[in-house]
Antibody
Framework: QLQLQESGPGLVKPSETLSLTCAIS?????????WSWLRQSPGKGLEWIGE???????NYNPSLKSRVTMSVDKSKNYFSLNLNAVTAADTAVYYC???????????????WGQGMLVTVSS | DIQMTQSPSSLSASVGDRVTISCRANQSISTYLNWYQQKPGKAPNLLIYSASTLQTGVPSRFTGSGSETDFALTINSLQPEDFATYFCQQSYRTPRTFGPGTNVDIK
């Protein structure tokens, strides 16, 4: 059974970089899936941050594109999120999820990590 | 971005009730519409995809309908475990976007 698990610091200072990893178990990052990061905050609801394929190809939400970088580590079967220049508005629960793809169309998020609260505060 | 709205934002219902939640997109998204259930402290869980297809393992009391801009999630005979927040999400165009959610609580 595919499982995803987020990890990283739960507290980040303003203007610094938020870094999270998503470990995949029960499946391979090199499958035909895309892998996404999403976040959820009371103020902005659920927000898709971006996605990555195992080849390293990425798509980012235009609203965050200037601050986001995603990467994969195929040897360790995980993918990562970096969000720089954070502010209090980036405080949220961050989720990693699998994009289920059918005929090259990313249809839905069918497996999610448990979520990780990241607070931006000095 | 495609904007998703939901109504109502919250509702109170009793066990056994039939409940309908609406979701609207601000442009046509064909049937690229998914529904998720979320309970406190948990990640969203996929219920229905492509507007009306039940995800494996989801009880048949959940049904989805609609196309283009107007969609609905119906829960027939509400069960205690169904009290949760429900979100719609479009997968027609990047960035994928979600509705603000509908909280279903106990009357």
């Amino acid at each position: 059974q595919l499982q995803l698990q987020e990890s990283g610091p739960g507290l980040v200072k303003p203007s610094e970089t938020l870094s999270l990893t998503c470990a995949i178990s029960g499946g391979s990052i090199s499958s035909s899936s895309w892998w996404s990061w999403l976040r959820q905050s009371p103020g902005k609801g659920l927000e898709w941050i971006g996605e990555i394929y195992h080849t390293g190809y990425t798509n980012y939400n235009p609203s965050l594109k200037s601050r986001v970088t995603m990467s994969v580590d195929k040897s360790k079967n995980y993918f990562s999120l970096n969000l720089n220049a954070v502010t209090a508005a980036d405080t949220a629960v961050y989720y990693c999820a699998r994009d289920f793809v059918v005929r090259a169309v990313k249809l839905y998020f069918d497996h999610w990590g448990q979520g990780m609260l990241v607070t931006v505060s000095s | 971005d495609i904007q998703m709205t939901q109504s109502p934002s919250s509702l109170s219902a009793s066990v056994g009730d039939r409940v309908t939640i609406s979701c609207r997109a601000n442009q046509s998204i064909s049937t690229y519409l998914n529904w998720y259930q979320q309970k406190p402290g948990k990640a969203p869980n996929l219920l229905i995809y492509s507007a009306s297809t039940l995800q494996t393992g989801v009880p048949s009391r959940f049904t989805g309908s609609g196309s283009e801009t107007d969609f609905a999630l119906t829960i027939n005979s509400l069960q205690p475990e169904d009290f949760a927040t429900y979100f719609c999400q479009q997968s027609y165009r990047t960035p994928r976007t979600f509705g603000p959610g509908t909280n279903v609580d106990i009357k």
